[in-house]
């Protein structure tokens, strides 16, 4: 089956430290993107992706980073910068298409403390 | 500036009853995108629905439909004798068509449905 894989489901990490979350598709699909969900809230965008070895800032990149070495994998780094990393990170991959939906994997909830 | 706006946070309802979930939306440009995601428990948001600005027929699918009107700029959605298995978050989001990156949609904060046995 076609999908999006993001590994761990949960995740536990100190203050200070940084943490990679995995995300792994097999759509075939050119575009990929980082949102974080905090509690009562939409989701916001952090990272984007159209093509390997390119990526762009969202709305919210500061404190984090990415990497897109293959076309299938959009792991995103929540380093020590970021001031409030607690959150329910999704990821998504879409074709290279304006507006075309988005398919989103399962999250991974990540609590700092 | 781009808004999406659910004012309804929660809704409860019994099983059988319709409830319709509210979208109202702001955006300056003439041709934009709408989309409905539905967000279970397990976490994964999923696609429902897409919408274009010159396409304001409404649609039906099963229990579902939605109600395009871009006079009050609103696109809200209706669960027809809703169900159990209904119960999730479900978000309203807008796009632009040409401008802006790709997959920059605009979230609202989402409406929680329950739907009691």
Redesign the interface.
């Known amino acids: 089956d076609g999908g ?1 894989t993001q590994s761990p489901k949960y995740l536990f990490r100190k203050e200070g430290q940084n943490v990679t979350l995995s995300c792994e598709q097999n759509l075939n699909h050119d ?1 990929m ?1 980082w949102y974080r969900q905090d509690p ?6 952090i990272y ?1 992706s ?1 093509i390997v070895n390119d990526f ?1 800032k ?2 919210i990149a500061e404190g984090y980073s990415v990497s897109r070495e293959k076309k299938e994998s959009f792991p995103l780094t929540v380093t020590s910068a970021q001031k409030n990393p607690t959150a ?1 990170y ?1 990821c ?1 991959s ?1 074709i ?1 298409n ?2 075309s ?7 991974t ?1 990540l609590t700092v403390t | 500036a781009q808004k ?1 706006t659910q004012a309804q ?1 929660e809704i409860s309802v019994v099983e059988k009853e319709d409830v319709t979930l509210d979208c109202v939306y702001e955006t300056r440009d003439t041709t934009y ?1 709408l ?1 409905w ?1 539905k967000q279970p428990p ?6 429902l629905i ?1 919408r ?1 600005s010159f396409d304001e027929q409404n649609e039906i699918s099963g229990r579902y439909s939605w109600n395009f009107q871009k006079s009050t700029s609103s696109f809200n959605f209706t669960i027809t004798a809703s169900q159990v298995v209904d119960s999730a978050v479900y ?1 309203c ?1 807008l ?1 632009e ?2 401008g802006g ?10 409406t929680k449905l329950s739907v009691k046995p």
């Open positions: 999006i575009a993107y009562g809230q939409g989701l916001r965008l984007y159209q762009q969202g709305d329910f999704l998504a879409s290279l304006s507006n939906p988005l398919h989103f994997g399962n999250g909830r | 999406v946070t995108y989309f995601y397990s976490g994964e948001l999923v696609f897409r274009n978000f989001a796009s068509i040409d990156s790709q997959g920059n949609l605009i979230f609202g904060k989402g």
